[in-house]
């Protein structure tokens, strides 16, 4: 059976996600697990697809990147397919995990997809730390601790914590952060 997983990073990226549906059903797959979530997050949808193919699957992608978010994380998600006797389908580049030649390819691609995100990330670390030299970059500004004054005057007031993160638009244990890093200003 050809099992499909389909991504997309926000919810913003509708027609991205519509796309690989489509891709995927042309494809052939019969079951169809898709998500929007960014990668770095807990993938419910691929853990569900993951466990849904059994011997003789394959589980397909448009696109690697939809899959991985590192060689060490591939490396699991093939580790926890070949396991089961299932193998990889990636679309985009016409890679199939069932073939020697299939898995020779998915590591040397997989290794190349995050040599770039590495260099990426550097470039990004070094044009922060230009603009940060020439004042240009102040980073993120600051949410609940710039409201630290009205956390503790709303205390003060008598007022608890769920209604002051209502009041003031942050998080309660934002709230509590604030009144423990300023408990001695308000006992």
Known sequence: MLVGYARTSTTEQGAGLEAQRRDLKASGCEELFEEQVSSVQRREELEKALKFVRKGDTLVVTKLDRLARSVPDLVKIMERLEGKGASLRILAMNLDTNTP???LLLNLVGSVAQFEREVMLERQREGIAKAKEEGKYKGRA????????????LHKAGKGASE????LGIGRASVYRILNDMKDQWQ
């Not at 600051?142 to 005057?153: G, Y």
């Open 101 to 103: 030649t299939g898995r």
């Open 142 to 153: 600051m949410t609940a601790r710039a409201k630290s004054d009205d956390v503790l005057s």
């Open 164 to 167: 002051i993160a209502d009041q």
